[in-house]
């Protein structure tokens, strides 16, 4: 999955910030409530986020089926583990599968499909330099910011660079990776885990001395302000989604002190 996938819609366009605040909101969301059918709403909102920010389906279907298998394990390991006194079967006389189980397992997966959607969807809207701008313009040391983004776009390198490895060991017809069995592919990824360790390290090393030729973390003397090379200004739509998630935020609490959303 690429880190930045260029486009126009209302997502695209959205100021980091507000991303955040949207981001934010959701995690606090599905942390608050416990209900299966309040996290199927926030469920819906990660969806239309999705499906507002015209995001390929296709690019996105190893995560989909990753959050589907997790969601899965997640219901079966919570439905036969989670005390409860309504069962609903029972796997060898001995193991009762719990309705009380199989709603804290929907609560658990449904969260795992808003983390793993949501966050993505939103993250991959925002090239990861205006995404550092957002973050430090609210405030978050620059620092803080760099590890941020550098963890955001490890992955991507990191896949980058085992493709490239594949692809010359192919061209050295050495093609474990590409024959069937479990055993066989298993065989193929050791030869390739030692030159990934390393180019990992030597971009690592690339990077510290580019981040120290910049003087990254310099200290500005008190009174000065930090200038930037783009500067940007949130819209009124923008203050408009940052309102609504402060609003949702506010109810979900108070509906929360007041018994609502729990199982």
């Not at 959050?67 to 309504?86: D, K, T």
């Not at 809207?125 to 995404?131: A, M």
């Not at 069995?181 to 390739?192: A, D, I, N, T």
Request: aromatic share 12%; with cysteine; proline share 4%.
């Amino acid at each position: 999955m690429q880190m930045y996938v260029a486009g126009n819609s209302f997502i695209h366009r959205m100021d980091p910030r507000a991303k955040i605040t949207v981001l934010a909101t959701i995690l606090v969301l599905i942390f608050l409530v416990s209900n299966p059918l309040w996290l199927l709403g926030v469920s819906g909102v990660s969806v239309a986020i999705f499906l507002i920010s015209g995001l390929s389906y296709q690019q996105f279907r190893p995560l989909i089926r990753m959050v589907m298998v997790l969601a899965v394990i997640m219901l079966i390991l919570q439905g036969f583990s989670w005390p409860g006194e309504r069962a609903l079967f029972w796997l060898f006389g001995r193991f009762d599968f719990t309705l009380e189980g199989t709603l804290v397992g929907l609560s658990v997966a449904l969260r795992l499909f808003n983390l793993l959607f949501a966050a993505p969807a939103l993250m991959v809207t925002t090239p990861p330099e205006r995404l550092i701008l957002g973050l430090n313009m609210l405030k978050i040391p620059y620092k803080y910011c760099f590890v941020i983004a550098g963890t955001l776009t490890f992955f991507p390198i990191l896949q980058a660079t085992s493709d490239e490895i594949n692809a010359a060991q192919k061209s050295r017809a050495f093609d474990l990776l590409e024959r069937r069995g479990f055993v066989s592919k298993l065989q193929g990824f050791f030869p390739q885990l030692l030159p990934l360790i390393l180019l990992s390290l030597r971009k690592a090393y690339n990077l510290q001395i580019a981040i120290e030729s910049r003087a990254l973390g310099r200290v500005f003397r008190k009174g000065t302000r930090r200038t930037y090379l783009v500067e940007m200004k949130m819209t009124g739509m923008d203050y408009a989604v940052v309102f609504l998630c402060l609003v949702a935020c506010l109810v979900t609490i108070v509906f929360r002190i007041m018994g609502y959303g729990t199982l």
